[in-house]
């Protein structure tokens, strides 16, 4: 075992894989189905730019876990 890197088993990294996933799914889910998200938000077209940077780090937080955490199953294989 190498120092300061934890070593999982692929079995855990497609649990842990697995898990995010569905809890993205149940959460669009959640806003889909949303009574605020059926009704409409009449400030939602004054406030794209607020939203789309949200969305961006969003997506930037999410591809930079990605790769740390192909970087770990490469190191580790």
Do not use: C, H
Request: glycine share 6%.
């Amino acid at each position: 075992m190498r120092k300061g890197i934890l070593l999982m088993s692929l079995y855990a990294y497609y649990t842990i894989f697995f898990l995010i996933m569905l809890a993205a799914v149940a959460a669009t889910l959640i806003v889909g189905y949303s009574k605020t998200n059926r009704e409409g938000n009449p400030d939602y077209d004054r406030k794209t730019k607020k939203y789309w940077l949200g969305l961006s780090l969003q997506y930037v937080v999410a591809i930079s876990a990605g790769v740390i955490a192909l970087i770990i199953y490469i190191v580790n294989r």
